[in-house]
């Protein structure tokens, strides 16, 4: 490499990070974003969560089954003594659930009638009514298991045979990809994407509105950059934090660059097209900001409307999204040819600043 090379590169990166906001973008801001983004997620699953304890019975069954939801991990028992006080609570968000023990429940149950159990729970938070639906579940389930033995014995059925009256069918259940339950393997890769995504596209746009003069190589530098900061990114997710990988960070890496591709061909076209930074970063935000919505991570994407479909094909994070989840395992990159296609729209731009003095 010349001379003259040497010093156009040097002095066309410092000119993407002569701007303050840009350098910013580029540099510290990400590595915070990041580290509050782990912060959040980092314990994986949600523990100690709010419950009221309702027991109207007072017996040594219901004192069972309020020992195995404390033995939850999940849950943290608090007693109300009555409902309606536990109903305002949960209506003033101080509790997620409610668990009820009715009066002569343990009496019932012993006679080999059905009582009633209610158990109540906030959906409006999905993520913390699925975990306290499913805590609730297996802990009362295993309560009443023993419970049910108790009282299969006391009508006569012999020990042996007491197990096999009460589940004649076990069933196994086996959580696969992710068998901790945990929320950080799922949740945190497809909000650094949606984050990456977002960077990428306003350097992109603020480069474009620092002038024509040298932006072909500013564009090149800046896509160098963030190939070289996303595989800082995905070392430390798959490597530092430990998330589940099952096949290379090498096709994670790859793959970047479709998706970087992808990512300036659209924004670069925006910005060409529109000629003002603000709005196309306006243009680029309403398109880009919603990104962790249509990965399909916290919403089936069959599910979606076909708007919702429209959209999200718009956005290169959702092909690159299925080969991130999957830890680089899925070698078929079959789903990264929406990016190669989206990255072709660098070529009108390529022309349109072919001119264009270095």
Do not use: C
């Not at 993407?16 to 590595?31: E, F, G, H, K, Y």
């Not at 939801?69 to 409902?83: K, R």
């Amino acid at each position: 490499m010349t001379r003259s090379r040497v010093v156009l590169l040097h002095r066309s990166f410092r000119d993407l990070l002569s701007d303050p906001w840009q350098a910013s973008l580029m540099t510290w801001l990400p590595v915070l974003l990041g580290i509050i983004l782990w912060g959040v997620f980092a314990r994986g699953l949600p523990t100690e969560l709010p419950v009221a304890w309702v027991d109207m019975d007072n017996t040594a069954t219901s004192r069972t089954l309020g020992r195995h939801l404390e033995a939850s991990p999940a849950i943290a028992l608090t007693q109300f003594a009555d409902g309606r006080s536990a109903q305002l609570a949960m209506r003033q968000g101080e509790m997620f659930a409610l668990v009820q023990i009715p009066a002569h429940f343990g009496e019932d149950l012993m006679a080999g009638r059905t009582p009633d159990l209610a158990v109540r729970y906030n959906t409006q938070f999905i993520l913390v009514g699925k975990r306290l639906y499913s805590a609730a579940l297996a802990s009362l389930q295993g309560g009443l298991a023993d419970v049910g033995s108790l009282a299969t014995l006391a009508s006569g059925v012999p020990a042996e045979y007491a197990e096999q009256a009460l589940s004649p069918v076990k069933v196994e259940l086996k959580s696969m990809f992710n068998p901790d339950l945990s929320y950080l393997p799922f949740l945190l890769p497809g909000i650094m994407l949606a984050l990456f995504q977002l960077l990428v596209m306003a350097t992109l746009v603020n480069a474009v509105g620092r002038g024509r003069r040298g932006l072909p190589l500013r564009i090149a530098l800046l896509m160098l950059w963030w190939w070289l900061m996303g595989g800082i990114g995905l070392l430390v997710m798959y490597e530092g934090l430990a998330l589940p990988m099952s096949g290379s960070l090498w096709v994670l890496w790859l793959a970047m660059i479709p998706l970087l591709g992808a990512i300036a061909g659209m924004m670069l076209l925006i910005a060409l097209i529109v000629d003002d930074p603000v709005r196309a970063t306006s243009i680029g935000g309403a398109l880009f900001a919603p990104a962790f919505a249509y990965m399909g991570v916290s919403f089936p994407v069959n599910s979606m409307p076909w708007v919702a479909e429209i959209w999200r094909v718009l956005m290169p994070s959702t092909h690159y999204v299925p080969l991130l989840l999957q830890g680089g395992g899925n070698h078929n990159w079959s789903s990264l040819w929406p990016l190669f296609l989206m990255s072709l729209l660098l070529l009108p731009v390529a022309r349109r600043y072919r001119g264009v003095s270095l």
